[in-house]
T-cell receptor
Framework: DTAVSQTPKYLVTQMGNDKSIKCEQN?????MYWYKQDSKKFLKIMFS???????INETVPNRFSPKSPDKAHLNLHINSLELGDSAVYFC????????????FGQGTRLTVV | QQQVKQSPQSLIVQKGGISIINCAYE??????FPWYQQFPGKGPALLIA?????SEKKEGRFTISFNKSAKQFSLHIMDSQPGDSATYFC????????????FGKGTTLSVSS
């Protein structure tokens, strides 16, 4: 039974399109995160939600908008996709603050062509 | 400004050898230091973590050594096996609401048989 699941696993789309990535965790955690892993494997925090409330919003283009309908779900919507958005996006969750004992999903590889 | 510096970028170790990966941090407010292991196509998985009140933590073949005064911590993998070949990330966080894991740039470990 997957703890943090993301869909889709792969996403190939054209520049200018709008796409969404969904994330669900069944761990009962209060905090969820979106990380971006670039082509050099660097992991960078994008957003964090605690109990549906946005608590971290790093310097990310406004085209990226997270949405948390409930504390088990955190989705990422991206408008007007650009080539530079190509990366692997990871959802994660943790019970305690600060990413302590955070569990990561399997990632969504986004390719913008 | 890179808050967590990791070295080396890549490492080749013979089977049965010791793998050592080092990290240095700048923010003295960090109080949680995990190591994550990532296999190709998978999400990062928590391997072992330490807090600043202890200088060493061991779990099986994996040991974290922590030097608070030098602001450094390292991962030692004893009796390295081909199955340990993966990318390893150190991270740090303040463990408080509104914070998240800050990752090092990763080390690609190859264990040759």
């Amino acid at each position: 039974d997957t703890a943090v699941s993301q869909t889709p696993k792969y996403l190939v789309t054209q520049m200018g399109n709008d796409k969404s990535i969904k994330c669900e965790q069944n761990l009962g955690h209060d905090t969820m995160y979106w990380y971006k892993q670039d082509s050099k494997k660097f992991l960078k925090i994008m957003f964090s939600y605690n109990n549906k409330e946005l608590i971290i919003n790093e310097t990310v283009p406004n085209r990226f908008s997270p949405k948390s309908p409930d504390k088990a779900h955190l989705n990422l919507h991206i408008n007007s996709l650009e080539l530079g958005d190509s990366a692997v996006y990871f959802c994660a969750s943790s019970q305690e603050a600060g990413g302590t004992e955070a569990f990561f999903g399997q990632g969504t590889r986004l390719t913008v062509v | 400004q890179q808050q967590v510096k990791q070295s080396p970028q890549s490492l080749i170790v013979q089977k049965g050898g010791i793998s050592i990966i080092n990290c240095a941090y700048e923010n003295t407010a960090f109080d949680y230091f995990p190591w994550y292991q990532q296999f190709p196509g998978k999400g990062p998985a928590l391997l072992i973590a330490i807090r600043p009140d202890v200088s060493e933590k061991k779990e099986g073949r994996f040991t974290i050594s922590f030097n608070k005064s030098a602001k450094q911590f390292s991962l030692h993998i004893m009796d390295s096996q081909p199955g340990d070949s993966a990318t390893y990330f150190c991270a740090a966080s303040r463990g408080q609401a509104g914070t998240a894991l800050i990752f090092g740039k990763g080390t690609t470990l190859s264990v040759s048989s």
